[in-house]
C-alpha cells in the first residue's frame, strides 16, 4: 500500500490567479497521475507524470493550463493556472500499487484537495 | 473508445435490503474492471480487481462479479456504514490509463 498526503485540502481562489498541488508519497514510485472529479462527473485524468521526464497530458488537458513537476520518486506538484470558475473541482493525486509482473492498475489515493473559483 | 457507465445513479435502500450495482464498460481488450468506495471529502478506496468474465471476488458484505460486458457490485445485507459512492473503473491491456464511471451513490437508511 501506499500513503499519499495532499496539500492543500481545499481553497478558495480568485479568478485569474493560480494555485499549486502538492502530492507526497511515503515510497518511491516510477509514476504518479493526476486526476480531476468535477460535481456529479468521474474522475478524468489529467495527466501522468514520471519521474525524469515530461508530464503526459490527456486529450483536452495542456501543459500551460496545467504545469506539472516531478522533481524526485515521492513527490509531485498540479499547478492550475489562470483559474477560472470552470476550474472549481477536486484534484486528486493517485499511484499504482506493482506486483510482480509489473503494474497491478489498482490506485491508491491522496484525500484530494477541493478547489473553489469565485 | 473506451467507456464505463454505471447505473444507477443514485440507490436508496433499507438497512438488510439486498441490491446490486451496475457496470457496462466497453474496452479494447480488458486488461482489469476494477471497484472503488469513495467516501465524502475522500479519495477513492480499492475494493477488487476483476481480470476475466466469470470471475467473481468477495469482501465482507460485497460481491463483484464480471462478464463479457459488464460488472455487478452485490451488497448484501447493507448497514449503514457501507453508504458511499461505488465507482468502476477499467483499464485496456497496453495501456497505464485508468477509466472511471461516474459512480452509484448508496445511501443505506437505518
Known amino acids: 500500500s501506499a500513503v499519499i498526503s495532499q496539500k492543500p485540502s481545499r481553497d478558495i481562489c480568485q479568478r485569474g490567479t493560480s494555485l499549486t498541488i502538492q502530492c507526497q508519497v511515503d515510497s518511491q514510485v516510477t509514476m504518479m497521475f493526476w486526476y480531476r472529479q468535477q460535481p456529479g462527473q468521474s474522475l478524468t485524468l489529467i495527466a501522468t507524470?514520471?519521474?525524469?521526464?515530461?508530464?503526459?497530458?490527456e486529450s483536452g488537458f495542456v501543459i500551460d493550463k496545467f504545469p506539472i513537476s516531478r522533481p524526485n520518486l515521492t513527490f509531485s506538484t498540479l499547478t492550475v493556472s489562470n483559474m477560472s470558475p470552470e476550474d472549481s473541482s477536486i484534484y486528486l493525486c493517485?499511484?499504482?500499487?506493482?506486483?510482480?509482473?509489473?503494474?497491478?492498475?489498482?490506485?491508491?489515493f491522496g484525500e484530494g484537495s477541493r478547489l473553489t473559483v469565485l | 473508445e473506451d467507456q464505463v457507465t454505471q447505473s444507477p445513479e443514485a440507490l436508496r435502500l433499507q438497512e438488510g435490503e439486498s441490491s446490486s450495482l451496475n457496470c457496462s464498460y466497453t474496452v479494447s481488450g480488458l486488461r482489469g474492471l476494477f471497484w472503488y468506495r469513495q467516501d465524502p471529502g475522500k479519495g477513492p478506496e480499492f475494493l477488487f480487481t476483476?481480470?476475466?468474465a466469470g470471475e467473481e471476488k468477495e469482501k465482507e458484505r460485497l460481491k463483484a462479479t464480471l462478464t463479457k460486458k459488464e460488472s455487478f457490485l452485490h451488497i448484501t445485507a447493507p448497514k449503514p456504514e457501507d453508504s458511499a459512492t461505488y465507482l468502476c473503473a477499467v483499464q485496456a491491456r497496453g495501456d497505464d490509463k485508468i477509466i472511471f464511471g461516474k459512480g452509484t451513490r448508496l445511501h443505506i437508511l437505518p
Open positions: 476483476l481480470y476475466s
Open positions: 493517485s499511484v499504482e500499487a506493482y506486483g510482480g509482473e509489473g503494474g497491478t492498475g489498482e490506485l491508491f
Open positions: 507524470a514520471n519521474q525524469g521526464s515530461e508530464a503526459t497530458y
